[in-house]
């Protein structure tokens, strides 16, 4: 099948695009409304881009009427907020947090989810949360009146002890039981890691030699 993305709609791109580059993590993005309503909403368009400087990119699409979700306007406010990665405990809650509450009510007292302070901004974080990353906003592109995207800068990192050697950096894959979503109403966790071990120019050209 061949699909010229000029002539079907958006809904349809959707569709094609959020069930065909999958899995996707979620950011559990929690941020500041007014009246210092603490919000939690999930973005599965969602990636870390860089390390340095250490980015992340979140896609916001506006509601129906053109009107910014809570989570974009909170940031376009305060310039803050925190990604929330979530583990298979947690998957419930972040589905709720999904529901679209008014701005007064906070996600966090609907689905019980624990309030954490952060160290360099004035978010909460999500206690439960196997790792948060404190961010801030470094641009947000208004592309047209359904989507804006967010570029942010990790300032700081809580992580699970369990999950992370200190001394290594290295991560316990048995230990992060990470919630990616796929498509529609489906998500999946981590099941079969697999390794592959990267090769330089000479080593790929033995093998071949030998091959
Ligand atoms: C797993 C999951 C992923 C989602 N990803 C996105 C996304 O990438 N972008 C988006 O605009 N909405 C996404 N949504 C919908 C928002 O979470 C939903 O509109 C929410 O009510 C927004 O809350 P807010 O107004 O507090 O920001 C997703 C929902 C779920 C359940």
Same mark, same amino acid.
């Given at each position: 099948?061949?699909?010229?993305?000029?002539? @079907?709609?958006?809904?349809?791109?959707?569709?094609?695009?959020?069930?065909?580059?999958?899995?996707?993590? @979620?950011a559990?993005?929690?941020?500041?409304?007014?009246?210092?309503?603490?919000?939690?909403?999930?973005?599965?368009?969602?990636?870390?881009?860089?390390?340095?400087?250490?980015? %992340?990119?979140?896609?916001l699409? #506006?509601?129906?009427?053109?009107?910014?979700?809570?989570? *974009?306007?909170?940031? &376009?406010?305060?310039?803050?907020?925190? %990604? #929330?990665?979530?583990?298979?405990?947690?998957?419930?809650?972040?589905?709720?947090? $999904?529901?679209?509450?008014?701005?007064?009510?906070?996600?966090?007292?609907?689905?019980?989810?624990?309030?954490?302070?952060?160290?360099? @901004?004035?978010?909460?974080?999500?206690?439960? $949360?196997?790792?948060?990353l404190?961010?801030?906003?470094?641009f947000?592109?208004?592309l047209?009146?359904?989507?804006?995207?967010?570029?942010?800068?990790?300032?700081?990192?809580?992580?699970?002890?369990?999950?992370?050697? *200190?001394?290594?950096?290295?991560?316990?894959?048995?230990?992060?039981?990470?919630?990616?979503?796929?498509?529609?109403?489906?998500?999946?966790?981590?099941?079969?890691?697999?390794? &592959?071990?990267? @090769?330089?120019m000479?080593?790929?050209?033995?093998?071949?030699l030998? #091959?």
């Amino acid at each position: 099948m061949e699909i010229n993305f000029k002539e @079907i709609s958006p809904r349809e791109r959707y569709k094609l695009l959020s069930s065909t580059v999958i899995p996707r993590p @979620i950011a559990l993005v929690s941020s500041t409304g007014p009246d210092g309503v603490d919000n939690a909403a999930p973005y599965s368009f969602f990636n870390v881009f860089s390390e340095d400087p250490p980015l %992340v990119i979140l896609g916001l699409q #506006n509601k129906e009427d053109g009107s910014s979700k809570d989570t *974009a306007r909170n940031i &376009l406010d305060t310039g803050e907020f925190v %990604v #929330n990665l979530i583990d298979r405990q947690m998957a419930e809650a972040m589905n709720n947090c $999904a529901v679209d509450f008014p701005p007064e009510v906070s996600e966090f007292d609907v689905t019980g989810l624990n309030r954490a302070p952060c160290k360099m @901004i004035d978010v909460k974080r999500i206690a439960e $949360a196997p790792v948060a990353l404190e961010c801030r906003q470094t641009f947000t592109i208004k592309l047209n009146r359904n989507r804006d995207i967010c570029l942010g800068e990790v300032v700081y990192m809580h992580v699970r002890d369990d999950i992370i050697d *200190a001394k290594t950096r290295r991560i316990n894959i048995e230990n992060y039981e990470i919630v990616a979503r796929l498509f529609a109403d489906y998500y999946a966790g981590i099941t079969d890691p697999f390794a &592959l071990q990267r @090769i330089d120019m000479p080593e790929w050209y033995d093998q071949w030699l030998k #091959n």
